[in-house]
């Protein structure tokens, strides 16, 4: 869809032109008129029906006054998908938001050719701006009106200010009052001191992420694991699991708090994650190691925050995170079946309750088991 503006001469004649005939449509029209929309932003659906992911191209340069007269295309926009923020080029909105067969001179982001095969990314919204032609007219009542437009204000007051004649004879305003009209894109951008501040903690947090959440914590997480001596294990449940000493149960059992915290609560926020498959391997080796943690495990980080789980595993964006997610979940599954002997399951028995410390860890095990299989059905 296309909108394009016409120039004020043609707007005149139309309105003229119309004005016998649609009477008071005369007044409709010229405030329709006073309106313009430029695209703003595109929010990008990658996937299918079923499932996908959600991101966005936004032209972040359409407030500035300097660059507001430019072509859209030369202002600078940028991707926000998730917590990768990177500049785009919004030439490429026909390659990244069209769907359909990719052309022929198109390449992934590792640059693979994609002649043939089938896009799926699509434009899910479009986000127009409507924008004020004409110049806004304000009337400061008290000396704080005017200090704050005085200071909000990029323009010279003799170029502001209309006189007192043309105030009293287009409004029939008294005498001594005053009336500035500006352009909308003149004044200057205030931010409320509490989202400014808001803002302010969310940079934090993204900057402690780009810059403390990387390979580096990665590999430093990694030398920890691999500087403890693990026994010889390709079991679901290592045979010798019962002759291991107390010391060594204590060890290991911390680690696996530490690198389930680690996943759950650092990588699948991170986008530098390359080196994040051997932790998650490290972790399904400790489990395997102490099967009794497998239970308490699973009831933490699976069980009592199911949806996160569920998302983790089918609905996340990262390749990586996603499978690592998914082997390790099932890997817990299958101890919990290996460890207490479970040989069926019974659905009823998911939706029953008792209090704490009153079951059995087997039925335990079964039951969290059986809710997380018939949450997952419901999924399909």
């Given at each position: 869809?296309?909108?394009?503006?016409?120039?004020?001469?043609?707007?005149?004649?139309?309105?003229?032109?119309?004005?016998?005939?649609?009477?008071?449509?005369?007044?409709?029209?010229?405030?329709?008129?006073?309106?313009?929309?430029?695209?703003?932003?595109?929010?990008?659906?990658?996937?299918?029906?079923?499932?996908?992911?959600?991101?966005?191209?936004?032209?972040?340069?359409?407030?500035?006054?300097?660059?507001?007269?430019?072509?859209?295309?030369?202002?600078?926009?940028?991707?926000?998908?998730?917590?990768?923020?990177?500049?785009?080029?919004?030439?490429?909105?026909?390659?990244?938001?069209?769907?359909?067969?990719?052309?022929?001179?198109?390449?992934?982001?590792?640059?693979?050719?994609?002649?043939?095969?089938?896009?799926?990314?699509?434009?899910?919204?479009?986000?127009?701006?409507?924008?004020?032609?004409?110049?806004?007219?304000?009337?400061?009542?008290?000396?704080?009106?005017?200090?704050?437009?005085?200071?909000?204000?990029?323009?010279?007051?003799?170029?502001?200010?209309?006189?007192?004649?043309?105030?009293?004879?287009?409004?029939?305003?008294?005498?001594?009052?005053?009336?500035?009209?500006?352009?909308?894109?003149?004044?200057?951008?205030?931010?409320?001191?509490?989202?400014?501040?808001?803002?302010?903690?969310?940079?934090?947090?993204?900057?402690?992420?780009?810059?403390?959440?990387?390979?580096?914590?990665?590999?430093?997480?990694?030398?920890?694991?691999?500087?403890?001596?693990?026994?010889?294990?390709?079991?679901?449940?290592?045979?010798?699991?019962?002759?291991?000493?107390?010391?060594?149960?204590?060890?290991?059992?911390?680690?696996?708090?530490?690198?389930?915290?680690v996943i759950f609560q650092v990588a699948v926020r991170s986008h530098?994650?390359?080196?994040?498959?051997?932790?998650?391997?490290?972790?399904?080796?400790?489990?395997?190691?102490?099967?009794?943690?497998?239970?308490?495990?699973?009831?933490?980080?699976?069980?009592?925050?199911?949806?996160?789980?569920?998302?983790?595993?089918?609905?996340?964006?990262?390749?990586?995170?996603?499978?690592?997610?998914?082997?390790?979940?099932?890997h817990s599954i299958n101890i919990m079946i290996n460890y207490y002997?479970?040989?069926?399951?019974?659905?009823?028995?998911?939706?029953?309750?008792?209090?704490?410390?009153?079951?059995?860890?087997?039925?335990?095990?079964?039951?969290?088991?059986?809710?997380?299989?018939?949450?997952?059905?419901?999924?399909?």
């Amino acid at each position: 869809m296309c909108i394009r503006d016409r120039d004020e001469k043609e707007q005149q004649e139309t309105v003229a032109g119309e004005a016998d005939v649609i009477g008071n449509s005369e007044e409709k029209q010229s405030n329709e008129d006073q309106y313009e929309y430029k695209l703003a932003g595109v929010v990008v659906h990658t996937g299918v029906a079923e499932f996908g992911h959600y991101y966005s191209y936004i032209n972040v340069d359409r407030d500035d006054p300097r660059l507001k007269k430019k072509n859209v295309s030369r202002q600078r926009w940028c991707e926000f998908n998730d917590s990768l923020i990177r500049d785009f080029n919004p030439k490429n909105i026909d390659k990244e938001c069209y769907g359909g067969a990719a052309s022929s001179d198109s390449q992934d982001d590792f640059g693979w050719e994609k002649s043939g095969k089938e896009n799926f990314k699509n434009a899910y919204m479009l986000v127009y701006e409507r924008r004020i032609k004409q110049k806004l007219r304000l009337a400061p009542s008290n000396d704080y009106e005017r200090e704050f437009l005085n200071k909000y204000i990029n323009t010279k007051p003799n170029e502001t200010v209309v006189t007192k004649a043309q105030q009293q004879q287009a409004d029939g305003k008294q005498e001594g009052e005053e009336m500035l009209e500006v352009d909308y894109y003149e004044i200057k951008k205030y931010v409320p001191s509490n989202i400014c501040q808001q803002v302010w903690k969310d940079n934090d947090r993204f900057l402690l992420e780009l810059h403390v959440f990387n390979d580096d914590f990665f590999r430093f997480i990694r030398n920890i694991c691999t500087s403890i001596p693990l026994p010889y294990n390709n079991q679901v449940v290592y045979a010798k699991h019962a002759e291991i000493d107390e010391e060594g149960k204590k060890i290991y059992k911390n680690l696996v708090n530490v690198l389930a915290n680690v996943i759950f609560q650092v990588a699948v926020r991170s986008h530098d994650n390359n080196g994040v498959g051997d932790i998650f391997y490290f972790l399904k080796q400790l489990l395997s190691l102490c099967p009794e943690e497998a239970l308490p495990f699973f009831q933490k980080h699976v069980h009592s925050n199911l949806k996160t789980a569920l998302g983790m595993f089918i609905t996340c964006p990262d390749g990586t995170i996603r499978g690592n997610c998914s082997n390790l979940i099932l890997h817990s599954i299958n101890i919990m079946i290996n460890y207490y002997q479970i040989t069926e399951l019974d659905p009823q028995i998911a939706g029953e309750s008792s209090k704490a410390g009153e079951v059995a860890p087997k039925l335990q095990a079964e039951r969290m088991i059986t809710k997380f299989l018939q949450d997952q059905l419901l999924q399909l």
